[in-house]
């Protein structure tokens, strides 16, 4: 099992321990709000399941049916989980519009919000590990599963004032409005989500830093060559894939011509800590458009 997927694994052990948590919260006051707030996790728990499965995908090689690898499984998950997320939404706002007519007092709320404030710290302690584990190993299923718990921390920071203010004022119909302001926030982090996870499959360029640092990379390792152009990459999860014209000039031999590529990739996979699919294509000196990367 890699370490992506053990991490996604322990996602779900955490999860489930904030959804009890976050439950008996409710359940000890009655509260929608605290309400909203476990079902986000329970949200949270399922997407994190979706993600340990999509990190196993990914994690299979390449094979005849798939011969660039199953990486772009972990896309998929992102997007389930924004799905998901924008159900928990409208859920949300379903049991906010129900709380808002029929207003009830709160049960037990000091022992609800204590019981809720610890479930949050977890959370938040675990959010900080899955972004910066994610980003680390370039993981865009933990990214999304880190911001998603993230989301539900700031979530549960703003649940506990609301329902503070409900307790301390008596006025019970800040409950339900609380509970409608998470569900506000719950259905953008899950747009957020879809919009990324759907930048994943539809090849959408890295960040403009990335790209220029590829080009970078090139210029400084492409000696004995005369320029690269066309560079285009994409993401699939934690690959990276890479392919350029290298030209060179016509009278180099082809062994020398394959050094400068080999010194190319290794330069591109160090950077990348191995993860990167590099395809050049030699041309010689006649295909050069002036306009390319050039080699320093």
Known sequence: ME?????????????????????????????????????????????????????????????????????????????FEGVLVVVAALSIFHSAYLGFLAPKPLDAPLEGLAINAGASVLNGVWASLLLLWGR??????????????????????????????????????????????????????GYKMVREGAAGLMDEAPPPEMVARIKELIGHNAAGAIEAHDVRTRHAGRMTFIEFHLVVPGDIRVAEAHEICDRIEAALKTDMDGEALITIHVEPEAKAKLSGVPVL
């Open 136 to 189: 680390r190993w370039r993981s865009p299923a933990l990214i999304a599963d880190g911001r998603h718990v993230l989301t539900d921390v700031v979530t549960s920071a703003g649940v506990l004032v609301g329902v503070a203010l409900v307790w301390a004022t008596g006025w019970l119909a800040l409950d339900s409005i609380v509970a409608a302001l998470v569900g506000a926030n719950v259905l953008w982090s």
């Open 3 to 79: 370490r992506t997927q053990k991490v996604a694994l322990g996602s779900v052990g955490v999860g489930l321990v904030v959804l009890g948590l976050k439950f008996a919260a409710y359940w000890l006051t009655g509260s929608i709000a605290l309400y909203s707030d476990a079902l986000e996790t329970t949200i949270n728990v399922v997407a994190a399941g979706a993600a340990f499965v999509a990190l196993g995908v990914s994690a299979q090689p390449a094979d005849s049916n798939h011969p660039y690898g199953h990486h772009k499984a972990e896309y998929f998950s992102a997007v």
